[in-house]
C-alpha cells in the first residue's frame, strides 16, 4: 500500500506563495499519475493540478491556471504545488492523490486508488 503524506499547509495573505509537498512511499511513485485535489467548507472535493508519470505532462483547473503549478521529483518520491497569487477561495483541504494502475482520467475522483490525509491552505484577505 502506497502511502501519501502532505506538507506544507498554512496561513498566507492573499496574493502570496505557498509550495505544498506529498512525500510517497514505495519504489513504484515515478510510474503514477499524480494530482492535487481540494475540498473547501460545505463544497465538494475538487480537483486541481494532476502530473502524469510518463511524460510530466501537466493538467489544471481552470480556477488555478497561470497561478498554480505542479511538479515532480521521482528521485525524491515527491510531488508539489507551487500555489501563487493565492485568493481568499484558494482556502481549502489539499489532498494529493496516487493512481497507481495511470490509466484514469486525470481530473476524476475515482481515478486515486490512494490519498493522502490533507494539509490546510487558509489564505486571509
Known amino acids: 500500500q502506497v502511502q501519501l503524506v502532505e506538507s506544507g499547509g498554512g496561513l498566507v495573505q492573499a496574493g502570496g506563495p505557498l509550495r505544498l509537498s506529498c512525500a510517497a512511499s514505495g519504489r513504484a511513485f515515478s510510474r503514477y499519475n499524480m494530482a492535487w485535489f481540494r475540498q473547501a467548507p460545505g463544497k465538494e472535493r475538487e480537483f486541481v493540478a494532476a502530473i502524469g508519470w510518463n511524460f510530466g505532462r501537466t493538467y489544471y483547473a481552470d480556477s488555478v491556471k497561470g497561478r498554480f503549478a505542479i511538479s515532480r521529483d521521482n528521485a525524491k518520491n515527491t510531488v508539489y504545488l507551487q500555489m501563487n497569487s493565492l485568493k481568499p477561495e484558494d482556502t481549502a483541504v489539499y489532498s494529493c492523490?496516487?493512481?497507481?494502475?495511470?490509466?484514469?482520467?486525470?481530473?476524476?475522483?475515482?481515478?486515486?486508488?490512494?490519498w493522502g490525509q490533507g494539509t490546510q491552505v487558509t489564505v486571509s484577505s
Open positions: 492523490a496516487a493512481d497507481r494502475d495511470s490509466s484514469g482520467l486525470y481530473d476524476l475522483l475515482s481515478t486515486y486508488d490512494c
